[in-house]
């Protein structure tokens, strides 16, 4: 069972051990400390996970992963940026696409957000499939639009529009 909820200070030794983790943090944002240390640990629990839409994912009673939003500022006010990650030994179990599903629908129900949008680098065929089955669509491919490990990335934009909040509030 998947729930959806606020970080607890019992999540710190978990996150070390994702965030560390080469392998689950190879397509995320270099803003992600490497190492990642318990004073960024401390931070997260204190700071981070306060700002924007974050929410702890929780499988079967234990912590797992991460998804948030990222609101967009003036114009982009009623768009957000999805953001997840997730431990590896809990890949390929349909985890992380239950949690957008259920994350996406919380923002549309709860929030003024219109727009949903992730852009993920092409390689990364694992988040391409977890937003393609919630109905993401795709917007457009960006040639070199990120920069990482000394190379550039290709990035396809993907995103949902809410049936909730489209033109209302």
């Not at 080469?22 to 944002?29: E, K, L, S």
Request: contains cysteine; proline residues 1%; glycine residues 6%.
């Amino acid at each position: 069972m998947i729930t959806l909820r606020d970080f607890k200070d019992v999540d710190s030794a978990l996150l070390l051990v994702y965030l560390n983790d080469g392998q689950v943090t190879q397509y995320i944002t270099d803003a992600i400390s490497k190492p990642y240390a318990q004073e960024d640990v401390q931070w997260w629990l204190k700071v981070g996970c306060k700002e924007n839409y974050t929410k702890a994912i929780e499988f079967n009673g234990t912590f797992v992963g991460c998804i948030s939003a990222t609101k967009g500022s003036f114009e982009y006010s009623r768009s957000a940026e999805l953001g997840y990650w997730i431990g590896r030994e809990y890949w390929n179990q349909g985890i992380v696409t239950q949690a957008v599903k259920e994350f996406a629908e919380l923002i549309f129900k709860s929030t003024n957000i219109a727009r949903l949008f992730n852009s993920v680098v092409t390689e990364n065929q694992a988040s391409l499939r977890v937003l393609e089955k919630n109905a993401f669509t795709h917007d457009a491919l960006i040639e070199k639009a990120s920069f990482k490990k000394g190379r550039f990335f290709d990035e396809c934009l993907l995103s949902k529009i809410s049936s909730y909040s489209c033109g209302k509030r």
